[in-house]
């Protein structure tokens, strides 16, 4: 029979694309060949009537120069004039063969250009040489009756009049090619659709058939593929189709597909039955039993042996534990060892031998009806943890399959484990009886012993007792030996943590310093001088916005001044001066610093010094003063009208308590700071004087602040030996009383402080407090215009800037700038050693200490080393403010040292001692 030809699916659709472009190629030669007779005619219009129209456009142009060439000359008699005249005279004819000749094909056109010759030849022999012949001969009256009866005018209108009937001649002429040209290429639209039409007409006749030999095929697979799913999991339906193409290879995959997993499906089912079958035996012999009879009936097999290996003198010996089909004791060799026959090689080689050439001396399977010799033997061995545990052989009449075979190999793989696990278990089920036997032997012999054991026990009674007590002694010796070496670890370890917690925070507090003092630093300097309005060229609003905004600005110097007070404080770092204070001038301080305070607030202040106050006391003035200003802020912000009073006096020996009188001092002062302001509840006493906290929200609303000022003179307070305590009622006032001592012979045991103002604290009595009294305001002072001397020592002096903030360069450019200096700038140590360098020597330098590349402090070092400027003054300016700064700038070379935010007054203070030294 001959093979069917093969016609795939590629090949006709190949077949129909090729019948499609051939169409097409048809379609387009032909429609290419009319397109090109229509561009021809089309070309013809363009080029033709363009040039024609551009020809006469032209001519007219020439004439047109002419007559203005003419009537310029006549009118001005300038030479220039006649150009356009006479190079028109001598192109026209030139266009004017050239359309003639265009025309060759018109002779109606021709002729009507020829008249159009002829009126301009008329024109030029009786307007135009005539009237330039007259003018050139200056004749002017000739001239004027020339132009009187103006001949060259009719001339001008008739020519414009044949040009215009020219055109619309030559107009109607493309009108007319136009047209034919439209009705062609209607023609050859229709004839295009018309081929569209023919060419889609195939093509659909093509697709059809095409379709139909392609979807006709798949719909028979798709409804087999459709029988074999609807028939839940029987896979024994085949796709059959008649076609020789790519759809019956994709049938014959899928059929290849169904048998594979036909297979496979088999393969798991089997094996899952498999692994579940020999569930809960607990022997060798029923498992190896179990194991034989299913896998041959899985398989086929009709003969099989199963050997486990046992250990004995030899070494390892596999023991027959079960036969399938044969009697276990008749049904091959009852043992053997790893590499003694096929059997024990396998075993050795631990790999699976399948033979198909059975010899004839193998052992015949036993039927009925007979013995019959097997056609294939399949041996392989199973492993657990990469021995040999044991090994199966298995016969058959027919040869094993390689779907077969895959399926004891699979099983193999997991079988060694159960195998491994009943041996186990009756290994432990044998050393159970075993210990069940010697528990009985040991239970009659730990009788026997228990008589002796209650002897001993009477003496080891006395000893136990005695061991007991010392134990007991021992153990809390060595708890507490363990407690003090923990204790003594945890108090090093914290202390060490502390030690670097204090040196974080430090480090944090001066970078902090300097980036807010940076900024402020230029905020304060451009609004003091604005503020001063020295060019008079601010309004008084502005300038009052200018104090607002110093103002503000000296808020925030005091509130940072305030947060680093605190943090020294609470790092034990703030240092306490003490030196002698004179009291009697306190009255005149507290009314020179706060009567305009008190006029502005319509709020009296009553200041009352007692008689037995000492002019002389011993304590830190600076911090002193500063508790007395918050306390006096702070009364002033929260009263809105009546007094403020401030008492000062001297501590009765009567009213010492016995704390007081352990600290060595010549005497105690009472400082009450009354007010008839808010109050503070009684709740929030002691909530006031920690830090960041306030009475209440409406407080903070209403009055701002962020609630460091009684917990800076609290802390201050303890540090100069003393305590504020606080009495108060809700809407009457508040009265803030500072006690502190002299200490004319140093500082005190601040545990005896803390005494102190706990005994007091309880004699005080008890009343309501002021509402949110915890912002300390610094009053705003004003400022004091800059010093000028008779002889302005600034004048004319070359000063160098050094700072990496450009905010802080331009407002100290612009303040020194206008006392006379001229200003150089640097933005790093490295720009000033340069500048230094390489330009005229400076009077003096201000040198910011955080710079990058090269900070102030190695700068001032090179400058007095490397270039040795010895004498020339060097200001240091810094925004951090933190212990042995101002220390550390002298020791690099500095002369002076100021901090930021900058006092304008204080820099020119310093600037003209140094200058004038």
């Known amino acids: 029979m001959e093979k069917k030809m093969r016609f795939g699916i590629k090949s006709k659709i190949i077949i129909g694309y090729l019948i499609v472009i051939i169409c097409l190629f048809i379609a387009f030669i032909v429609l290419n060949s009319q397109i090109s007779s229509l561009q021809k005619e089309r070309n013809f219009i363009i080029d033709h009537d363009i040039e024609v129209h551009d020809l006469t456009n032209r001519i007219e142009k020439h004439l047109l120069d002419m007559e203005t060439g003419q009537r310029g000359y006549i009118i001005t008699g300038e030479a220039s004039y006649l150009e ?62 020339f132009f009187e009866k ?25 009108e007319t090619r136009a047209t034919e040209l439209d009705e062609k290429n209607q023609k050859i639209k229709i004839g295009l659709y018309g081929l569209l ?19 006709n095929t798949i719909k028979e697979v798709t409804q087999t593929i459709k029988r074999i799913t609807a028939s839940k999991g029987e896979l024994k339906g085949r796709i059959k189709v008649r076609s020789n193409d790519e759809i019956k290879d994709l049938g014959l995959a899928t059929n290849a597909l169904l048998e594979n997993i036909e297979e496979r499906n088999w393969l798991q089912t089997n094996l899952a039955h498999a692994v579940t079958m020999y569930q809960g035996i607990a022997s060798v012999d029923k498992l190896a039993e179990k194991f034989l009879f299913t896998i041959s009936e899985m398989t086929g097999a009709s003969f099989g042996a199963f050997y486990v290996r046992e250990e004995n003198d030899k070494g390892n010996l596999f023991v027959k534990q079960a036969a399938f089909a044969g009697q276990k004791s008749k049904a091959g060799r009852a043992s053997f060892l790893i590499g003694e026959g096929l059997i024990g090689q396998a075993a050795l080689e631990k790999r699976t031998f399948v033979i198909n050439d059975v010899p004839d001396t193998y052992q015949l399977i036993a039927s009925g009806l007979g013995d019959v010799k097997p056609k294939s033997i399949f041996i392989v061995p199973v492993l657990f943890e990469d021995e040999v545990i044991a090994v199966i052989e298995l016969a058959s009449l027919h040869e094993f399959t390689a779907l077969e075979q895959e399926l004891i190999s699979q099983v193999i793989e997991t079988f060694g484990l159960t195998i491994n696990g009943v041996i186990r278990r009756m290994e432990i089920a044998r050393l159970l009886k075993e210990s069940q036997a010697m528990t009985e032997e040991l239970q009659a012999q ?5 008589t002796q054991s209650e002897e001993l026990q009477m003496q080891s009674e006395e000893l136990r007792m005695i061991n007991e007590q010392l134990e007991e002694r021992t153990k809390d010796a060595e708890e507490k030996s363990f407690e003090l070496e923990a204790a003594k670890e945890d108090l090093e370890e914290k202390a060490h943590q502390l030690e670097l917690n204090s040196q974080y925070k430090s480090e944090f507090l001066a970078n ?46 005091a509130l940072i001044n305030d947060i680093l007070d605190l943090s020294k404080v609470e790092s034990g770092k703030l240092d306490v001066l003490l030196a002698e204070m004179n009291m009697s001038e306190l009255p005149d301080q507290i009314e020179r610093n706060f009567s305009h305070v008190a006029e502005q607030k319509k709020v009296q202040l009553k200041i009352n010094k007692a008689q037995d106050v000492p002019d002389i006391i011993h304590t830190d003035e600076k911090r002193f003063q500063q508790i007395v200003k918050n306390l006096l802020s702070n009364a002033f912000k929260f009263t809105e009208s009546g007094s403020v009073t401030v008492s000062i006096q ?47 929200g409406a407080t903070v609303r209403k009055y701002g602040g962020t609630g460091l000022g009684l917990s800076i003179c609290s802390e201050f307070a303890k540090l100069l030996g003393g305590w504020i305590s606080l009495s108060s009622e809700v809407g009457k006032g508040s009265t803030f009383t500072l006690y502190l001592p002299s200490l004319s012979n140093g500082l005190i045991d601040y545990e005896k402080v803390n005494f102190a ?30 010093l000028q001397d008779d002889e302005n020592v600034f004048q004319d002096k070359r000063v160098l800037i050094v700072d990496d903030d450009q905010r802080n360069i331009f407002a100290l450019k612009t303040a020194l700038a206008k006392q006379g200096m001229t200003i150089m700038t640097a933005h790093n140590g490295i720009e000033c050693l340069e500048m ?36 020339l003054p060097i200001i240091a300016l810094t925004a951090k403010a933190m212990k042995n700064d101002r220390e550390k700038c002298l020791e690099a070379g500095a002369s002076d040292y100021i901090s930021k935010p900058l006092d304008l007054n204080q820099l020119f203070s310093v600037m003209r001692v140094w200058l004038v030294n």
């Open 84 to 145: 356009p005249y006479n190079s028109a005279a001598s192109s026209w004819e030139k266009d004017y063969n050239a359309l003639y000749q265009l025309l060759n094909n018109n002779p109606n056109q021709q002729e009507k250009l020829e008249k159009i010759k002829g009126s301009i030849q008329d024109w030029i022999e009786a307007a135009g040489e005539p009237t330039i012949a007259l003018k050139k001969e200056n004749n002017t009256k000739e001239l004027q009756q």
């Open 150 to 174: 103006d001949p060259g005018r009719q001339y001008m209108d008739d020519i414009r009049s044949q040009f215009t009937s020219f055109r619309n001649v030559e107009k109607k002429s493309t």
């Open 197 to 215: 039409f023919f060419v889609t007409l195939i093509s659909l006749v093509i697709a059809v058939v095409l379709s139909n030999s392609i979807v």
């Open 757 to 786: 103002y706990e005994e007091v604290a309880v004699s005080v009595e008890e009343a309501e407090p002021e509402a949110g009294i915890t912002e300390i305001d610094h009053p705003v002072q004003p400022v004091e215009p800059s």
């Open 836 to 871: 230094m360098k390489n330009s005229e020597p400076f009077d003096l330098i201000l040198m910011d200490i955080m710079m990058p590349q090269m900070d102030g402090y190695e700068a001032m070092q090179k400058i007095r080393g490397e270039l040795k400027l010895v004498d």
């Open 512 to 557: 902090m310093s300097h980036e807010l003092r940076t900024p402020l630093n230029s905020i304060l300097i451009l609004s003091e001088m604005l503020e001063e309005n020295a060019a008079k060229t601010l309004s008084e609003d502005e300038e009052e916005y200018a104090r607002i905004i110093h103002s503000s600005g000296k808020d925030l110097l």
């Open 446 to 450: 730990s009788e026997e012993l228990q």
């Open 650 to 696: 001297r501590v009765a020996d009567h009213r010492l308590t016995t704390a007081m009188r352990t600290i060595d001092t010549d005497c105690w002062l009472e400082i009450a700071v009354a007010d008839t302001g808010i109050g503070i509840p009684k709740e929030k006493h002691q909530l006031i004087f920690e830090a960041f906290q306030q009475a209440d």
